[in-house]
């Protein structure tokens, strides 16, 4: 029986957000959509994108999948089936490899979380189940665009809305050279030595002949940079539509909303405190068990899961071996 599901979510930024939509000289810019503000100006506000949203949603339940199957170990996969997994893959088989209806059916039993999110397979292109919105900013700009739940939320916790500048901070970072540390410079070889001692002194001197064409011939490779992110404790507001059609599809949806809300990292530079968010409050994802945060995506064994999460790893991994040979030879 087919279901339709709008999720609501709201999600708080842990960490600050740098999320960019490109650069302005030296600048890393934040993403930004152009919103229409309830008195009619134009505005832009923070985002993150349903993109980022819906790959993030592919690859925490493609690495739930692969867990599940047995598959995590090196060497498990063709390139083709990674391309499917983690990008959904590309249209790449010739005339003869479209694929048969009866294809298609096993495909959705063996990767029900693809059967939602779609995917190439051979030459043809399956669309996917699944509209994921880009995640807005919640600030005095999109106030009028939220669901009332959500400010009844600020309003219970005592919470203003603030302006989208308000959110957004620069950022400056230097990219340090390590050959202008002489400790380090003892490190090196002596031929890179010399190289690096005749480029040093070649600077001084066109330093002290104000040679701007010298000074750049010969400059280092430090760096500083800025960029921009949404400050920690910033919240966005983001809803998928989902349309199931069976118990495991709905099951699937489940491990993929669990197991991307429980470790959500979104951006770039998530290597240095970037990127994770939290969910906080939610609409219409109806739980039997764990909530949606409560679920670890490389312990998906444990006995605490969830009923759906627990029949969805029961699917998966009682078709092991025919997963296996599925994604030896699929075309994608």
Not at 38 to 53: A, E, H, L, N, Q
Not at 130 to 140: P, Q
Not at 251 to 261: E, N, P, R
């Amino acid at each position: 029986m087919m279901e339709q599901h709008k999720i609501e979510i709201l999600l708080r930024a842990e960490q600050p957000i740098a999320h960019a939509e490109g650069t302005v000289g030296n600048t890393s810019v934040v993403m930004r959509r152009k919103v229409r503000m309830s008195d009619g100006r134009w505005t832009k506000v923070p985002i993150v994108t349903g993109d980022t949203m819906r790959h993030g949603l592919r690859e925490a339940a493609s690495y739930a999948y692969l867990q599940a199957a047995g598959l995590l170990d090196a060497g498990s996969l063709s390139e083709s089936a990674l391309r499917l997994l983690f990008s959904g893959g590309m249209v790449t088989g010739a005339a003869g490899d479209a694929m048969r209806l009866d294809e298609e059916r096993q495909w959705r039993d063996f990767a029900p979380h693809l059967a939602l999110l779609g995917g190439c397979i051979g030459n043809r292109i399956v669309p996917g189940k699944i509209e994921c919105g880009d995640a807005w900013l919640v600030c005095d700009e999109t106030a009028h665009l939220v669901p009332a739940w959500i400010r009844e939320h600020l309003e219970a916790q005592g919470v203003e809305p603030s302006g989208a500048k308000s959110h957004v901070e620069l950022v400056q970072r230097v990219r340090m050279d390590p050959t202008l540390n002489p400790e380090k410079r003892n490190l090196l070889t002596s031929g890179d030595s010399e190289k690096v001692e005749r480029r040093l002194l070649a600077s001084d001197a066109a330093s002290h002949r104000d040679d701007a064409r010298g000074k750049d011939d010969a400059k280092s490779t430090m760096m500083p940079f800025t960029y921009e992110t949404v400050a920690a404790g910033s919240l966005f507001y983001w809803t998928l539509t989902v349309r199931t059609h069976s118990q495991i599809e709905r099951d699937a949806l489940s491990v993929m909303l669990s197991a991307f809300l429980a470790h959500a990292r979104v951006g770039g530079k998530r290597g240095t405190g970037h990127g994770l968010l939290r969910a906080v409050e939610a609409r219409g994802m109806r739980r039997t068990g764990a909530t949606p945060a409560g679920m670890d995506a490389l312990a998906l064994d444990s006995e605490t899961s969830a009923p759906e999460i627990q029949r969805w790893i029961d699917h998966v991994a009682s078709r092991r071996e025919a997963i296996r040979s599925w994604l030896s030879t699929v075309i994608a």
